[in-house]
């Protein structure tokens, strides 16, 4: 579905650049759209779509000269590769957080982890025991909500 979208998004921009005289927005806004899906897909998807669009690039820029259509194409694969490498970096992260996780519900004492917001991200298997029915599942709460329940705001 994002590959369709993707190809919609193309070639709206694509007719939207013919409208424009001497001025060539595909590049620019193929590397915004891919720098965006690095965000939400995998890396794999990333590579794909760039490839697609690298299509709409290269043909947006028939008209140039053999030396502009060059440093776009290398300038495009260069934007490219960096949202290939954050996609790739989100996704080991991702991975990281996943076994993280894994390893803290192991643990056979209580065991809360809060990110800088004070919302529990990851909790062991003891701690969800421990704790009362109206904070279940654990994750996604406040630690200051679930330590201080008992005082009166």
């Keep these: ?3 369709i979208f993707s190809i919609l998004y193309a070639l709206l921009i694509f007719f939207w650049d013919r409208t424009i005289n001497d001025v060539v927005l ?17 890396s794999l ?9 690298l299509f709409f690039v ?19 694969v260069v934007g490219s590769t960096l949202a290939v ?12 957080f996943k076994q993280l996780s894994l390893v803290i519900k ?19 298997d003891v701690a969800d025991s421990c704790i009362h029915s109206d904070y279940h599942p654990l ?3 406040a630690l200051p909500d679930i330590l201080l329940s008992h005082l009166h705001p």
């Design 26 to 42: 595909i590049p620019m806004l193929s590397l915004f759209w891919l720098l965006l899906a690095s965000f939400f897909r995998r």
């Design 1 to 3: 579905m994002f590959y």
């Design 139 to 141: 994750i996604g709460h």
């Design 106 to 124: 192991s643990v056979p004492m209580i065991v809360v982890v809060s990110d800088s917001q004070g919302s529990i991200i990851a909790t062991s």
């Design 85 to 96: 490498i954050v996609a790739t970096l989100r996704e080991q992260a991702a991975d990281r």
């Design 58 to 76: 290269i043909y947006s820029l028939r008209l140039e000269c053999w030396e502009v259509i060059l440093i776009r194409s290398i300038t495009f």
């Design 45 to 53: 998807e990333v590579i794909q779509i760039a490839c697609i669009l």
